[in-house]
């Protein structure tokens, strides 16, 4: 994997993003119905005025939710995901939450690499379990996953 070496900025995204962002996250198969209530959680990584990518992290009491995570295809398998998860992890340090849960079809691998691991979602806080992700969006197939933030 080649190294991220690149100046990525980080900035919340705002109403003007939704169009891209919706597609962006639409183009691989993750849920949108949704963004529009949860622009506020959402975060834009960009590199010069290119868009690298996108993430969410939900936060629910204690707990986060890390959901719509996306790199562009320009910038994927090239270390920019870590390094975008890497920022919502450190987000979710800043706002002293105990733990960050996710929902994946695809990517268990990759956050398992980051330290994430599979947990029952029965086992999940209630807070979380309410969100539109786990409740109504995300199928029951899709694995579950936690990352401790706080011990």
């Not at 639409?26 to 963004?35: S, V, Y």
């Amino acid at each position: 994997m080649a190294s991220v070496d690149f100046d990525l900025r980080f900035r919340k995204a705002l109403a003007s993003d939704l169009p891209v962002i919706t597609a962006l996250i639409a183009d691989h198969d993750l849920p949108t119905r949704d963004l529009s209530e949860k622009l506020d959680s959402l975060w834009i990584a960009t590199q010069v005025d290119l868009l690298v990518g996108v993430g969410g992290l939900e936060v629910h009491g204690d707990h986060g939710l890390l959901r719509s995570m996306v790199t562009t295809e320009r910038f994927r398998g090239k270390g920019f995901g870590r390094v975008l998860t890497d920022f919502l992890l450190a987000h979710a340090r800043e706002q002293k939450l105990v733990d960050v849960y996710l929902l994946t079809l695809t990517a268990a691998g990759f956050f398992r690499k980051l330290g994430f691991e599979r947990v029952a979602r029965a086992d999940v806080p209630n807070d979380i379990q309410r969100t539109s992700e786990f409740a109504e969006l995300c199928p029951q197939s899709a694995v579950c996953m936690k990352i401790t933030i706080v011990p």
